[in-house]
Nanobody, 115 residues
């Protein structure tokens, strides 16, 4: 059974940092592209960052230069390092693994940026 478990969310002040983790089990993690998405109240889910199985990365313009996506295939875990956080980064963050028709989602972790 495939399971994705996100962790690392929380409350942080503007300008602060958080690192999200996505631990995968029951899956050959290294062959999947991984993405981090977020959904703020009243808004559509949006792609924040992605990393392909080969390591190529892509970022939304709104987070470029502040967020870094990475993966450790030996640990079946992906990460999203978030620096210089802004109130508009407040959302539920989800990790996603995609390989062809295989599409898996985590349960989400809340990130709140507020003073």
């Amino acid at each position: 059974q495939v399971q994705l478990v996100e962790s690392g969310g929380g409350l942080v002040q503007p300008g602060g940092s958080l690192r999200l983790s996505c631990a995968a089990s029951g899956i050959i993690f290294r062959i999947y592209a991984m993405g981090w998405y977020r959904q703020a109240p009243g808004k559509q889910r949006e792609l924040v960052a992605s990393i392909l199985s080969g390591g190529s990365t892509n970022y939304a313009i709104s987070v470029k230069g502040r967020f870094t996506i990475s993966r450790d295939n030996a640990k079946n875990t992906g990460y999203l390092q978030m620096n210089s956080l802004k109130p508009e980064d407040t959302a539920v963050y989800y990790c996603n693994l995609l390989n062809g028709l295989d599409d898996y989602w985590g349960q989400g972790t809340q990130v709140t940026v507020s003073s």
